[in-house]
């Protein structure tokens, strides 16, 4: 393998990382705080297509950006308000929540552009180099020539992680994700909490949605998220709830990814398939426990209050 | 995690007001989207009822698999298994019908249709069972595991059909048609109708009785409404409950993906599973995870799907609707049942 291979895989792994990451960041938060959102998806999706619309909207690929955080958080906006404010169950709201996004931004896709899937032209958000940092071998330009959003991701990751573990707001959350009912009885307001974990998982699934369409794939397509709401949601795990850990495997599952195309590219005929069900193999053996104690929050998944 | 007991319907005015919310809601949508909602309707009642062939081979046909894994699901759900990974385990089954109808084919039809099935089954419960084990030995939950295992489940069956099950020419991603001895035949001639809505059919009265007549079934429910209490005052073991609760799904869901191959495709394919595994979920919620009515709410959602093929053709509207009107269907459950839950607990006095 030349190193030119070795600079294109990776390359290649964090521009199918950077999505992951985004999205897995904002879940991160949402699930610290017990809340469980399977309607990623849906955020993620309709981030694409709102970041597609924004971008064509206002002829740029910032706007479109911020129009795609604008379309995730208005998703989890719905989902916080059956799964927060009502107290529904989180996985089949989830559920509910994701095929809506998959539906309604198919149907405004149709509507606005044609069943006919005449390929749609945006403005791209264009990478940035960083000097200096795109500079170091091997690593530079993999890591420092990529779209801004790759960067909101990687200056995420230690300020979540700043935010969880040395702030009192950041404690609140856990507690809130670990014991409601003593966080409530601390007077913590555990929906409130809840509803803005909720909301900014949302947020930046709309963004990583937007640098699907915008920084990615320069389009949009219907369900282009292809499953990365499910995705985002084994990274949180396998990253173990704990930001530059997240980071890091939403990396690992895009080098996952990308190790197709250095398959390919070496001429190696090798299933890569089976080199992609290896992340979900570990991360069932971190959840299991074989690589160093993984645990869940304690009250994932759990209305609160709880129901009657 | 909630108690299953949080989803019975109780009164059935949830189940008809979602049905009229959503019916308003998605005409309004329409309407917005420059559609006309009667229109729709007509095409969509139509091309789901409109004629027998309609209802037998489009209708009917579709709503088999979303009948068996509604049923798995229920199954899980009704003991507080939340298996969310029927997708998986119904792939795993598929996967294993599709080796046992391409490897058997010297084998008498008597013989190969019911192997294909049980190992589909056989499959699909194997599925389940690492989630199972990491929830019962290791008090690992099983939502975020059996979601994982349907990944790996979706990259397998993209690796069989790419490597040792694909087609002699070894140009598209998928298998030879399986042999006739391993299909199932077809109930009503003319049709594409098969045997397996009878299946479906038995395996829904199969649970139902379950449930309501066996001490099995009993242990699940109790152990699904409160785990504790199960354990505490009813001297139930939940780690054997709760295994058979996974693996019943599993092969249910299983049976779904062997039914479907030896039923309609005859193949196995990648990207086999258009969802039905998450569809089931929604299947199951609006059933109240009762086991004779998923039979109905699948029904309704194999309507659902045809009517929005029928909607596309006939009245340009995308079929894609069909998935919001879904997404609309589940949301105005779980309000509608809050609601009724809060009234109730007020008219209580709680």
């Given amino acids: 393998m030349s190193e030119a291979e070795l600079e294109l895989f990776l390359q290649a792994s964090v521009r199918l990382g950077a999505p992951l990451a985004l999205a897995a960041l904002g879940e991160a938060v949402t699930e610290r705080a017990g809340v469980i959102n399977i309607g990623l998806e849906g955020a993620i999706i309709a981030g694409a297509l709102g970041g597609a619309l924004g971008a064509l909207a206002f002829e740029s690929g910032g706007a479109g950006v911020l129009a795609g955080a604008l379309a995730g958080g208005i998703v989890a906006l719905v989902f916080a308000a059956f799964a927060v404010g009502l107290g529904t169950d989180q996985i089949i709201t989830g559920t509910a929540v994701t095929l809506g996004g998959l539906g309604l931004t198919g149907a405004v896709y149709q509507a606005r552009f044609g069943a006919t899937g005449t390929a749609l032209t945006l403005p791209t958000l264009a990478p940035v180099r960083l000097p200096l940092l795109a500079d170091i071998p091997l690593i530079g330009d993999a890591l420092f020539a990529q779209a801004p959003t790759t960067y909101l991701a990687y200056a995420l990751a230690p300020a979540l992680w700043y935010f969880f573990f040395r702030t009192e707001w950041g404690l609140e959350l856990r507690a809130v994700g670990e014991q409601p009912d003593a966080a409530a009885a601390a007077g913590v307001r555990v929906r409130r909490v809840r509803l803005l974990a909720t909301l900014l998982g949302g947020t930046l699934a709309g963004v990583a949605g937007a640098h699907l369409a915008l920084a990615h794939a320069g389009t949009f397509a219907e369900n282009m998220s292809a499953g990365r709401g499910f995705i985002a949601i084994a990274v949180v795990a396998l990253g173990r709830w704990n930001p530059p850990w997240v980071l890091l495997a939403a990396l690992f599952f895009g080098a996952a990814s990308a190790l197709q195309y250095l398959l390919q590219a070496l001429g190696l005929d090798l299933p890569y398939q089976l080199f992609l069900a290896i992340p979900y193999l570990l991360t069932l053996a971190a959840l299991a426990g074989w690589l160093g104690r993984a645990r869940a929050p304690a009250a994932l998944a759990t209305p609160w209050p709880p129901p009657r | ?350």
């Avoid at chain 2, 049905?19 to 559609?35: H, Q």
């Avoid at chain 2, 909602?37 to 709503?63: I, K």
């Avoid at chain 2, 340009?316 to 309000?335: D, E, K, M, S, T």
């Fill in chain 2, 1 to 350: 995690m909630p108690r299953p007991d949080r989803f019975r319907l109780g009164a059935g005015w949830v189940g008809a007001g979602a049905v009229a919310a959503t019916g308003a809601v998605s005409a309004l949508l329409l309407i917005v989207g420059g559609y006309d909602p009667f229109e729709a309707a007509g095409a969509a009642l139509g091309g789901a009822f409109g004629s027998a062939d309609a209802f037998l081979s489009v209708t009917l046909v579709r709503s088999i698999p979303l009948m068996l894994t509604g049923l798995a699901v229920a199954f899980a759900f009704r003991a507080g298994v939340w298996n969310i990974g029927a997708e998986g385990q119904l792939l795993a089954g598929a996967i294993a019908a599709a080796w046992v109808g391409l490897v058997g084919r010297a084998l008498p039809a008597w013989l190969l249709l019911p192997m294909l099935l049980a190992l589909a089954a056989f499959a699909g419960a194997l599925w389940a069972l690492v989630p199972a084990l990491m929830k019962v030995r290791l008090g690992v939950g099983e939502v975020i595991t059996t979601l994982l295992m349907s990944f790996v489940a979706i990259e397998l069956t993209a690796f069989v059909v790419r490597g040792p099950l694909q087609e002699p020419r070894g140009v598209f991603p998928q298998t030879e048609a399986i042999a006739a001895g391993a299909r199932l035949p077809a109930l009503v001639p003319g049709t594409r109708l098969h045997l397996g809505v009878v299946l479906a059919v038995v395996a829904a009265v199969a649970v139902a009785w379950l449930f309501r007549q066996t001490k099995l079934g009993f242990r699940m429910r109790a152990v699904g409404a409160s785990p504790e209490a199960a354990r505490m005052a009813g001297k139930i073991d939940t780690g054997p409950v709760t295994l058979v609760a996974f693996l019943g799904s599993g092969a249910l869901a299983g049976l779904a993906g062997g039914v479907q191959v030896a039923g309609v495709t005859y193949a196995l394919y990648e990207g086999y599973s258009p969802g039905w595994g998450y569809t089931a979920i929604a299947v199951a919620l609006l059933a109240a995870l009762d086991p004779l009515w998923v039979l109905a709410t699948a029904l309704l959602f194999g309507a659902l799907e045809a009517g929005a093929a029928a909607m596309q053709r006939d009245a340009g509207i995308p079929a894609v609707w069909a998935v919001a009107v879904q997404a609309l269907l589940i949301l105005a459950v779980l309000a509608l049942d809050q609601m009724r839950r809060r009234a109730n607990a007020g008219s209580a006095g709680v």
